[in-house]
């Protein structure tokens, strides 16, 4: 196919949220040697880089970006038995379906119908009801900038933890090639559920296991449900999904969070080093901001308190000043910090 190479390129349009300035340069790579070549040319010319996959997970500036944007759009599904190695281009909830519906195997299926390209979700350690990939993440092939190598790098190395990872850690070193991912083959049942809306809404009790299948499409009416399933049509779908992390309070942080009137009843799981985490949308909502919140251009979703949304005729700083005035509404009801699950591109929350 080639690469192919746009100058002055919109970038809005290869975003869910649907914002942003266009990128200078925009090189679209279908293969792990054009992405790589793609990559030194730009930190030989010295030029600011970034990668984009399925533009999920980004607000970019109205200004656009000034240096090259490389869209990786590489294919690849590999299965042997239970071992999985997919290409950083694939669409995420593609893969993930593939291996419910074509193999019956588990361990990514409460990940379904999550937007964007596979080789994101390792950056991300991307995770929805009770389920992450750092579980079942084996490897990850990348590209390392700073050597000059395509190294492979183990689950450990990767350093996963809540919605964070090296590749999160260090923005500007590497690039992923390639996930692999072990899978379980447990006779067409599903991993534990350890969500409890999930497991309310397959009726059954935490811990128990269901036919993958249903656990999939469990999840898919759920997200749907939330506005968190892309549909051009709805804009309550055009975001970034959860636009805010769920807190992650330290014991004083959470000794004062509950001094605060009205907490008694709020969410508390146990976290590492003695932490407890919180739940965003359920500071959001307290702290008065409800569902459809805002009356311009950008909005709390009709349907989910934790994804801003563009209603149509959004601009990046729209969306940044309604993301602004929740974190400071919540900062000021809980004392609490909210913080950005999305990478900025240009603009800083």
Request: net charge negative; hydrophobic share 40%; glycine share 12%.
């Amino acid at each position: 196919m080639g690469v192919l190479v746009e100058n002055d390129s919109p970038l809005a349009p290869l975003t869910t949220l649907r914002l942003g300035g266009p990128a200078r340069r925009l090189v679209t790579a279908h293969t792990d040697d054009e992405v790589i070549a793609a990559v030194r040319e730009a930190d030989a010319a010295g030029e600011p880089l970034l990668v984009l996959g399925g533009g999920s997970n980004l607000v970019i500036g109205d200004a656009g970006f000034p240096g090259t944007v490389l869209r990786i759009a590489t294919e690849g599904f590999a299965l042997d038995g239970t071992a999985l190695e997919v290409a950083a281009g694939e669409t995420w909830s593609e893969v993930v379906h593939r291996t419910v519906r074509d193999h019956g195997l588990a361990g990514i299926e409460f990940l379904a119908g999550i937007p964007g390209s596979a080789g994101a979700t390792p950056v991300q350690n991307v995770g929805a009801y009770g389920q992450e990939v750092a579980q079942s993440i084996t490897e990850v092939v990348a590209y390392d900038r700073t050597a000059d190598e395509v190294v492979t790098l183990s689950n450990a190395e990767c350093g996963f933890s809540y919605r964070h990872s090296r590749f999160k850690a260090e923005p500007d070193r590497y690039v992923v090639l390639r996930v692999r991912f072990r899978l379980e083959d447990n006779d067409g049942l599903s991993t534990p559920v350890r969500y409890a809306e999930t497991a309310r809404h397959l009726g059954v009790e935490p811990g128990a296991r269901v036919a993958v299948g249903t656990a999939w499409t469990a999840v898919l009416l759920l997200r749907s449900g939330k506005g968190m399933v892309l549909d051009p049509a709805d804009h309550d779908t055009w975001s970034a999904g959860s636009f805010f992390t769920n807190p992650v309070l330290t014991a004083a942080q959470y000794e004062s969070f509950r001094t605060r009137p009205g907490t008694e009843d709020a969410p508390a799981y146990p976290a590492p080093e003695g932490c407890t985490k919180t739940s965003a949308a359920w500071l959001i909502d307290r702290a008065g901001f409800g569902k459809g919140y805002g009356g311009g251009p950008a909005t709390l979703s009709t349907k989910h308190t934790l994804a801003l949304t563009n209603r149509g005729s959004a601009t990046a700083e729209d969306l940044l000043a309604l993301a602004r005035e929740i974190r400071d509404g919540v900062r000021a009801a809980f004392g609490v910090e909210l913080v950005n699950e999305p990478v900025m591109v240009g603009v800083k929350l």
